[in-house]
């Protein structure tokens, strides 16, 4: 177990480290001169100047990523071409959204993820296992902008039910979550379902079954403890796939996170809050798997996720 | 690992953060909410010359003249002016106890600092160009006047005045650096919170010296998605909408909750052809285009009749624009021997740089030329990347490959040099003008200044007819369409008026609570 | 189901060989719905001249956002286009799509994996280091960053979404790999003198063709919707390509006065993702029981 946590936390810089390398390295790639695509193409000489500075531009490329580790430790990630506004500034006013959908989403998945997934397992192979299960299977298959789309269609244009674009009331966060959740509603309700038809099948439940305690009782006693597992799995490991999804459902529901922010910033070449948002991005989503994994190991120490 | 501690301590912050977000407002007020079609690129009315970003700060910034409903223009910071004969020396005389909104004093002393920003180069603001050749010196001749030299006579200038650009801003706030964010003008609205990605807030300013509005609070909000702009609407989550889509017009008109409110529009939409790139240097190559383009075809399908196919490089308001047959009817037939007579029979492949909301057109255009084995490349850009792509240098332009780009303009039609020299003057070359396809005609020019000094209206309307004429037949250009200024507006909401073009002002509308 | 149960439902099976397929296939419902899903697809795909009824790209301006009539089964676009030709075609763009992006994604990652495995040590280390760092970004994130490097194009984000998918492949040939290292076969081959990396790849193929192909399956359902995805951002296919990301995205301009521009190609993708997922599901089954 303290190997284990010791291995992780070990690797753990490090992959932030190639993260940021691989953000760096790829900006710098950008055909012309990088101060100049850095500085925006309207800025005068002066800051292209300044930017070349700055960069480091002339010394090794090991020097000049050296320097970017230093400002981005320091959170400055420079200044954006099109708000011309500091970077980091930006995306603290940003997260926040993009952090309060991840939780209604994560909400939506483990309230209604985990009791299907139950229900599908204590009903194995009948019907309430076969709908949940095909659910699921469509949930996951789904474009959630699609998903988005439509119930933009339905609920906001023909009923005029909900709001739908923007971050107002509560009644904004509907339709957003429904479009991002659905994917981790999906994935935990297949993995409690697996989870628990694994307990189900073990011994001491056939023995507590058969000392004749109510299914109801064996289901709440062990089942919660196992809920966790996928629960835990789910939310911390698929948190990438919450940000990437944040991407595409934000730009339609005009919600005002980061995800919203890089894409503007990509049609807008906005090259230094394309760096700082994905590698903010990046490193929340390394830093959430990490602490996911820690939590199942510490929830059951046999798990050992590579 | 410091960058992971750090991280870690990021995202503690950030759960907490995540708790407080919530939109201010008080219970009571009434705010009128208008979404539009883009986000205010800055709070500094200096610093952007973007129509949409224009309405968000009019409702806090004056000028020293303001232009009215009836598109007039009235006296504003300034009460009465006056101007030498020579039109070079412009005297204002200031209105007094006016505050700005961040308490400091109105004056001539901060009237005459808010255009010194427009002149100082090393600042260096987007907004400054139209303004800065023009203005020589600008000094308070004491509290309460203001002077103004010209480098050149400029009977239009009170024009220029009205103009965001032009409006006098709060030194105090100007000196800190941050009007880029925080507006502080005298208007009758004063600036509450810009939240980065989701709306801008006024409120009224209690302070304001004359007639204050009826609304509490204007919150301005924004989306690029056009369905988006239309259930704003019908949901109730805007009260104005500006600008409309087309394609969503007929069915706000039969809603009996909304309002269309339509403007003649003097926007004319255009695609400049890069003269100097093979083969649009052959006119014939540019006529084939022309006649290759079926313009009833695209005010029906893209703006839903709510336009008018264009005839001319002016908009179609007298006196000035020539009437008369369609240049270029759609005849596919012609278009396909001009190809011939040019040598290139089998078509060509070009480039266009579209801003994305009128990518429609240029896939419109992309399937109409296809005909005549024209291959369109498409390039969608965002419309500040799409800026400085079209208005590069021939130079710039040919390292780009860049054949045409998808335009549109719109002068308020009543002078017409301020449609025709721009565009089609050599003087105009991009990207010091908006002669976008580098388009040079001697003959041109020289009628051009001949009309500009003629005061004699028939003699004026026949130079001007000529000068038509010219562009038409020469075709630097293929002419698309005139649109329609479209805004919903929620029933019980009203006193808003547009300016051609796509301003609107809503700083006196009134909203009652059905 | 264990191999005793299933020869025991066999053996009990009525004889007729045509029955006895039926019933394998029965209990392989997902494999056979998958398949058919996919199937569909593919034939769409190839067959697409065939079956739409216009041309995709063919413009009406005078009959836009129609309504599905029987000449326009899905409908009008906003230039008069059949929807149900575009989602036809799309059909191709997407195989396209899943072919090139799993195939570079396969190419490259399976030799990495496999390199990493075989030689071990530093080299292990530090491929494995750079897999886990792509690993780490969120597809469509990194998508994007390299998209706007590179410039937006069909072919620039099916090279994007390839290298996301990278990472799946070499950790899975190298997993194979490790195993193989160890078995008697190999270091009996390599004793008797032959290259190590000759026995590797052979056994490798061999060995790790199954697990190949469940991945590439699942993969290929990941690929179709970051493929629409970035198409809808307008990071990937280019008008007037028929997309079916990018037909959704225009179709998102007219929700309120026409729903089908979005509705059809949204169907089509589901449709798509879903045959390759329950295939997958059903391929893992098949060729991997234990999971």
């Known amino acids: ?306 | 690992m410091a960058v992971h501690v750090k991280a870690l301590r990021g995202v503690a912050l950030l759960c907490l953060a995540a708790a407080s977000v919530a939109v201010p407002g008080y219970a009571g007020a009434t705010t009128l909410t208008i979404l539009q079609s883009e986000p205010p690129r800055s709070m500094d009315p200096a610093d952007q010359g973007a129509t949409f970003t224009g309405n968000v700060l009019m409702p806090m910034y004056e000028g020293l003249v303001t232009r009215g409903e009836d598109l007039k223009l009235h006296p504003g910071l300034a009460t009465k002016w006056t101007v030498s004969d020579d039109g070079l020396t412009w005297t204002f005389d200031l209105r007094e106890g006016v505050k700005f909104h961040d308490g400091s004093d109105f004056n001539a002393e901060s009237a005459a600092k808010s255009f010194h920003r427009l002149m100082d180069e090393k600042l260096g603001l987007a907004g400054a160009g139209r303004l800065r050749p023009l203005l020589k010196t600008v000094e308070a001749a004491d509290p309460k006047t203001l002077k103004i030299e010209l480098t050149r006579n400029y009977p239009a200038f009170l024009d220029l005045l009205a103009s965001p650009q032009a409006m006098i801003v709060s030194p105090s706030e100007a000196e800190k650096g941050d009007l880029n964010r925080v507006a502080s003008g005298t208007g009758p609205f004063k600036f509450v919170e810009w939240s980065s990605g989701d709306h801008v807030l006024e409120e009224v300013n209690p302070d304001y010296w004359g007639e204050k509005p009826s609304v509490d609070q204007l919150k301005w909000t924004w989306s690029a998605e056009q369905s988006v702009m239309n259930m704003a609407l019908q949901t109730g989550d805007a009260d104005i909408v500006n600008p409309l889509p087309p394609v969503f017009a007929a069915s706000i008109e039969n809603n009996p909750d909304l309002k269309l409110v339509t403007g003649n529009g003097s926007a004319v939409f255009w695609v400049a052809l890069n003269v100097q790139q093979k083969p649009l240097d052959k006119v014939e190559v540019r006529q084939a285009l022309n006649y290759a383009t079926d313009r009833d075809a695209l005010v029906k399908a893209l703006l839903h009749g709510y336009g008018t196919p264009a005839d001319s490089p002016l908009a179609p308001i007298p006196p000035y624009h020539l009437d008369g047959p369609q240049p270029y009817p759609y005849d596919i037939d012609k278009a396909k021997a001009l190809l011939e007579k040019a040598g290139v029979p089998d078509g060509f492949t070009m480039s266009v740089a579209v801003q994305e909301p009128e990518a429609n057109i240029a896939e419109a255009l992309q399937g109409m030329w296809a005909k005549i084995g024209v291959k369109l490349d498409i390039r969608r850009l965002e419309s500040g990347v799409w800026t400085k792509a079209a208005f590069n240098d021939p130079e710039a332009k040919k390292a780009d490959n860049l054949g045409s780009v998808v335009a549109s303009w719109s002068s308020g039609g009543f002078n017409p040099d301020q449609q025709l020299r721009p565009l089609y003057d050599t003087s105009s070359w991009a990207p010091s003008g908006a002669n976008l396809g580098f388009y040079s005609s001697k003959e041109l020019d020289d009628l051009l200044d001949t009309a500009a000094s003629t005061a004699e209206p028939a003699k004026r309307k026949e130079l001007y007819d000529q000068a038509q004429k010219i562009v038409n037949t020469d075709a630097p250009m293929v002419l698309l369409y005139v649109t329609k200024d479209l805004v919903g507006v929620k029933k019980g909401v009203d006193g808003v008026w547009l300016i051609p073009g796509g301003d609107i002002r809503a700083t006196y509308a009134t909203k009652s609570s059905n | 189901m264990t191999a005793a149960e299933e020869t025991l439902s066999e053996m009990d099976a009525p004889r007729s060989r045509t029955s006895i397929v039926m019933r394998w296939l029965l209990r392989r419902a997902n494999l056979v719905l998958g398949a058919v899903l996919v199937g569909l697809i593919v034939i769409v795909a190839i067959f697409a001249p065939m079956i739409a009824t216009a041309q995709p790209d063919a413009q009406d301006l005078m009959n836009t956002l129609s309504a599905p009539s029987a000449i326009h089964w899905f409908g009008t676009d906003n230039f008069g286009r059949d929807i149900f030709s575009r989602v036809v075609y799309g059909a191709r763009i997407s195989l396209l799509e899943v072919v090139i992006s799993v195939g570079i994604s396969c190419l490259v990652g399976v030799p990495l994996g496999l390199i990493a495995g075989t030689l071990g040590k530093r080299a292990d280390q530090i491929i494995m280091w750079i897999m886990d760092i792509l690993f780490a970004f969120p597809g469509i994130i990194l998508a994007i960053l390299l998209v706007s490097v590179l410039g937006a194009s069909l072919f620039n984000m099916m090279l994007a979404i390839a290298i996301f998918s990278i990472p799946v492949y070499a950790r899975l040939s190298r997993n194979v790999s490790l195993g193989l290292k160890e078995m008697e076969y190999v270091e009996a081959a390599t004793a008797l003198g032959a290259s190590i990396w000759r026995v590797m790849f052979d056994h490798i193929l061999r060995n790790s063709l199954g697990p190949i192909i469940v991945q590439s399956t699942l993969t290929a359902g990941t690929v179709v919707l970051a493929a629409a995805s970035l198409s809808f951002l307008g990071l990937g296919a280019q008008p007037p390509t028929p997309e079916w990301g990018a037909m959704m995205s225009d179709g998102r301009n007219f929700l309120g006065v026409n729903v089908y521009l979005s509705l059809f190609p949204g169907l089509a993708v589901t449709v798509m993702v879903l045959g390759f997922n329950i295939l997958g599901d059903g391929l893992r089954d098949l060729l991997d029981p234990r999971s």
């Open chain 1, 1 to 306: 177990m303290k190997t284990y946590i010791a291995r992780k936390l070990l690797a753990l810089p490090l992959i932030v480290l190639g993260v940021s390398l691989l953000v760096f390295l790829a900006i710098r790639m950008l055909p012309g001169d990088p101060a100049r695509m850095m500085a925006g193409p309207e800025a005068p000489e002066a800051a292209v100047e300044a930017m070349r500075v700055r960069l480091g531009l002339g010394q090794p490329l090991f020097m000049q990523y050296f320097g970017f580790v230093v400002h981005a430790i320091q959170g400055d990630f420079g200044i954006s071409i099109r708000s011309n506004l500091p970077v980091a500034s930006e995306i603290a006013n940003r997260f926040p959204y993009t952090f309060a959908l991840a939780l209604t989403s994560y909400a939506m998945a483990i309230l209604i993820g985990v009791p299907a997934g139950m229900a599908a397992a204590v009903f194995r192979n009948r019907w309430p296992d076969q709908i949940v299960m095909l659910l699921a299977i469509a949930g996951a298959s789904v474009a959630n902008f699609w998903l988005a789309l439509m119930a933009m269609n339905y609920f906001a244009v023909e009923l005029h039910w909900l709001p739908l674009l923007g971050a107002g009331s509560w009644k904004h966060y509907i339709l957003p979550t429904i479009a991002l959740g659905t994917l981790p509603t999906a994935l935990i309700a297949r993995m409690t379902r697996s989870s628990m038809i694994e307990v189900l099948s073990q011994d001491f439940i056939r023995t507590a079954r058969a000392k004749g305690l109510g299914s109801f009782a064996i289901y709440r006693k062990h089942a919660l403890r196992n809920a966790l597992i996928p629960i835990v799995t789910i939310v911390g490991l698929n948190f990438g796939s919450i940000m990437g999804g944040a991407v595409v459902t934000e730009s339609v529901f005009n919600w005002p996170g980061i995800g919203r922010l890089l894409v503007d910033s990509v049609r807008y070449r906005d090259y230094p809050m394309i760096e700082g948002v994905t590698l903010l991005a990046v490193v929340s989503v390394v830093v959430v798997n990490f602490l996911a994994e820690m939590a199942i190991a510490a929830i059951n120490p046999r798990i050992r996720l590579t």
